[in-house]
Each structure stands twice: as C-alpha cells, then as structure tokens.
C-alpha cells in the first residue's frame, strides 16, 4: 500500500480509530485511550506506626490495566513489560495524624530498593478529629523505564504516625481516596 496524500480531516476522540503496523506489516485499529493505562486502589487502610520508616502501599487488583504492566498485591510491586516514559499518579488520603505539621511523603522507589525515583511532600494543616475524613495528597511525576522488567514500588512515609485511608465516609458521601494511575507516553 502507498499513500500518496493525507487530507487535513482531523479524527474525533473516542469514535475514531489508529491503524498500526504488527510485526509481520499487517495493518491493525488500536484503542491508544484503553491500551496504556493502570489503575488500581489501595487494598485497605494501613496504619504507619513507626515515623522515619518507609512503608509499601498495597494496591487491591488493578481496575485497569494493559501488557504494559504487571501488578503484585501481596509485595506491592509494580513490574513495567516495556521501556518507555510513564506519567505516575499518586492520590492518598491522610487520617489520625499525630499532630498537625506533621510531614506526609508519597514516593516512587526502584526495586530493589535505593533512592526515590519521585516523591512529593505535605505537611498536614490539622490533626484530623475524623479516622474516616483525612487530608488529601496528590503527585504528579514521570518516570523514565530503561528496560524491560523495571520494577517499582509506591511508598508513604512520615514524620509521625498516621493512617493512610483507602475509603473516606462522611457527611458528603463515602468513596475511594487512594489510588495509583499510571499512564504510558
């Protein structure tokens, strides 16, 4: 096939379709949007007790997920199939802190482990007086696979003690609040 002219018609998101090449040169139609993504909710409340510490969050099966990735929820381990860039998303809601200022992290690590590989830092206003309504933590990183079969892990650490909360429940309703979204670009 030879394509002489591309026209300036411009696809519509969501109806429209990408045609790609396999590796024998057949043409196929992919999703991009459904293809590569991750997303997975934290398995259930974990209490950190023990401040300077780094603690593993523990995602339940993923809600979405692609060949790009392989999730273990027993060691919380996330294996990437491919190398490429990544956009990672950490959202984790904070309840029973010690005291207010008390400095909250989410973190990226590689397996095995070393220095983070992304981390952003909150320092709570208040100590909550509700164990199912905490302070919200979001972060935004790229992370850059070499290889395939890099592994990482999402951490919590913290200078006091606290809870992270998979759900929160309160006069607005109840929902999840902690989760993992990673996307391939």
Same mark, same amino acid.
């Given at each position: #096939?030879?394509?002489?002219? &591309?026209? !300036?018609? @411009? ?25 590569? *993504? ?7 409340? /974990?209490?950190? +007790?023990?401040?300077?510490?780094? #603690?593993? *969050?523990?995602?339940? =099966?993923? *809600? +979405?997920?692609?060949?790009?990735? !392989?999730?273990?929820? !027993? ?6 199939? /491919? ?13 029973? #802190?010690? $005291? ?14 070393? !220095? ?9 206003? @208040?100590?909550?007086? %509700?164990?199912? &309504?905490?302070?919200? #933590? %979001?972060?935004?990183?790229?992370? &850059?696979?070499?290889? +395939? ?8 650490? =913290? %200078? ?5 909360? $998979?759900?929160? =429940?309160?006069?607005?309703? =109840? ?7 990673? /996307?391939? &670009?």
């Amino acid at each position: #096939m030879r394509i002489r002219e &591309i026209n !300036s018609n @411009v696809g519509i998101g969501g109806i429209d379709r990408n045609v790609v090449a396999d590796a024998n040169g057949v043409l196929k139609t992919i999703d991009f949007n459904a293809y590569g *993504l991750f997303h997975a909710r934290l398995a259930g409340d /974990q209490v950190f +007790s023990s401040p300077g510490n780094i #603690m593993t *969050l523990l995602f339940n =099966s993923p *809600l +979405s997920t692609s060949p790009y990735y !392989s999730y273990n929820t !027993s060691t919380g381990t996330l294996t990437f199939n /491919q190398a490429g860039n990544y956009l990672v998303t950490l959202q984790a809601g904070f309840a029973n #802190m010690a $005291a207010a200022g008390t400095q909250l992290t989410l973190g990226v690590r590689p397996v095995p482990d070393a !220095s983070y590989l992304a981390r952003g830092t909150h320092y709570a206003a @208040v100590a909550p007086a %509700s164990a199912t &309504i905490g302070e919200l #933590m %979001s972060y935004t990183t790229l992370i &850059i696979v070499p290889a +395939s079969g890099y592994q990482v892990r999402f951490t919590t650490t =913290s %200078s006091g003690t606290f809870t992270v909360l $998979a759900t929160e =429940s309160g006069g607005t309703g =109840s929902g999840n609040v902690t989760n993992v979204t990673i /996307q391939k &670009i």
